[in-house]
């Protein structure tokens, strides 16, 4: 069975400082657009994950959805959950039959995920969506983009949401591209491996102690502690081979942003075990160009 990810477009109600889109805000699927793309997937699919931009301020939302529900498979949509804070809309959204979201937040104290996603008083909705998607029976995971702003907090931030969401599906850790709106602000984001070894370290302790897996995103297993291997699940392998499909974008764009996707394998990697087992896609090339040594692998 597989997975595929539509993006339907840059449009958002956020400005996140590492948004890796934030160069494709202008370029949209249109409904049209999305129907062919739909209409020429495989049959043998089981999930379509609706991506962004923010899908939920889309006019067209529900139209989507049930577009995707007559193709037979399950949805997912990844959203900030800003729109959800509305009880009506949550309310619409949560008899659409989706079968999870995955919400962005960031950080659990208000200023830090302002600070991150550059959108005032969005904290408060942010929550209030999260809680009413919850309260309507619906299964909701968050996502937490690890920035310098938030990584010295992920204990904190879990041990808030576990207590704020009783009922929780998961949480993942990410971390960010070097691409859109973070290929200019990196400078301010941006968390060096060697620093973030013992955060990592930390927050997969705290979740072993709760007998909870705990996902990590984009991290090199190197940069991961052996023995917190118990209790993390990486994304990367299967995310990495999600086919994704969106907007149509200049061929100026498109070639510029697969310049900044390509990963790097330096002479390190041929020593680790996931690099043999090609389980690990390897580190991204920029990296590299903000810390070019080689502190934190290991």
């Known amino acids: 069975m597989k997975r595929i990810k539509i993006d339907l477009g840059g449009r958002c109600n956020s400005d996140c400082i590492f948004c890796a889109v934030g160069d494709q805000r202008n370029y949209n ?6 129907r062919e793309i739909l209409d020429a997937l495989p049959e043998n699919l089981s999930h379509i994950i609706l991506t962004g931009g923010e899908p939920t301020i889309r006019e067209d939302i529900f139209e989507i959805l049930r577009d995707v529900k007559e193709k037979g498979v399950q949805t997912v949509i990844v959203t900030n959950g800003i729109r959800i804070s509305d009880i009506s809309f949550a309310r619409k959204i949560a008899v659409a039959d ?7 937040l960031h950080s659990h104290i208000k200023q830090t995920q302002e600070r991150i996603n550059r959108t005032n008083g969005s904290h408060e909705h942010i929550v209030r969506g999260i809680s009413n998607l919850l309260a309507l029976g619906q299964k909701v995971s968050l ?28 949480i993942n850790f990410t971390y960010p591209f070097i691409m859109g ?45 052996r023995d917190a291997y118990q209790y993390v699940v990486r994304n ?31 002479t390190f990697c041929e020593s680790c ?26």
């Open 98 to 104: 989706v079968n999870e979201y995955v919400v962005s």
């Open 143 to 170: 996502n937490c983009v690890i920035t310098r702003m938030n990584f010295n907090q992920l204990v904190e931030y879990s041990e808030w949401c576990m207590n704020a969401f009783s009922s929780l599906r998961r």
């Open 29 to 34: 699927l249109t409904h049209i657009e999305f």
């Open 181 to 225: 709106n973070g290929e200019s602000s990196y400078h301010e984001f941006l968390v060096e491996y060697d620093e973030l070894k013992a955060p990592l370290r930390d927050v997969a302790t705290y979740f072993e102690n709760a007998k909870r897996h705990v996902f990590f995103s984009n991290i090199p297993p190197c940069v991961i502690d």
């Open 236 to 266: 990367d392998v299967g995310d990495s081979h999600v086919k994704c499909y969106g907007p149509k974008i200049p061929n100026t764009l498109m070639e510029k942003r697969r310049k900044l996707l390509v990963n790097a394998r330096p």
């Open 273 to 298: 075990p996931t690099h043999k087992k090609n389980s690990c896609f390897g580190i991204q090339k920029q990296y590299f160009s903000v810390y070019p040594d080689e502190r934190g692998f290991s």
